[in-house]
């Protein structure tokens, strides 16, 4: 018999096309700042070969090593799996379900950038997701 689904717990998915920056950067934060009190998922509807090196970079100043992360594919079942849907401006199309909370954040595209230009879109992401997880994680 399959374990029953921890219900108590939210889960948060992060989309964008390549999942190699914004949506890599904003699952590394809340995994970081929620631990195992949410569960993080991300991925891309074209995902890339890598993680974007300026984001590993970026976020490796603040002390989050994302350098083992491989860009994942959008599937339903990642998104029927999940309580909370965040597109990062990317315009990716997820399939809708009652009873999923769905938001978009416009976040500009780190891709092709330096770790320059990341640093104001990292900072941002961990602004948000401070929000988020205060908002949706049980205070233990």
């Known amino acids: 018999m399959p374990p029953v689904p921890d219900t108590t717990t939210p889960s948060v998915l992060f989309v964008c096309v390549h999942n190699a920056g914004r ?16 569960q993080v998922r991300s991925a891309g509807s074209a995902p890339a070969a890598t993680v974007n090196p300026a984001v590993v970079e970026a976020m490796a100043e603040v002390g989050i090593d994302i350098a083992a992360e491989v860009p994942k594919v959008l599937t339903t079942e990642a998104v029927q799996a999940s309580d909370v849907v965040i597109t990062m401006g990317c315009g990716d199309t997820c399939p809708v379900f009652p009873g999923k909370r769905y938001l978009d954040w416009e976040l500009p595209d780190p ?15 961990e602004k ?5 997880a205060d908002e949706i994680t049980p205070v233990t």
């Open 23 to 38: 949506s890599q950067m904003a699952a590394a934060f809340l995994t970081h700042l929620a631990g195992d009190r949410v």
């Open 111 to 125: 891709a092709g950038h330096g770790v320059e230009a990341v640093r104001p879109i990292r900072d941002e992401i």
């Open 128 to 132: 948000r997701i401070r929000g988020l």
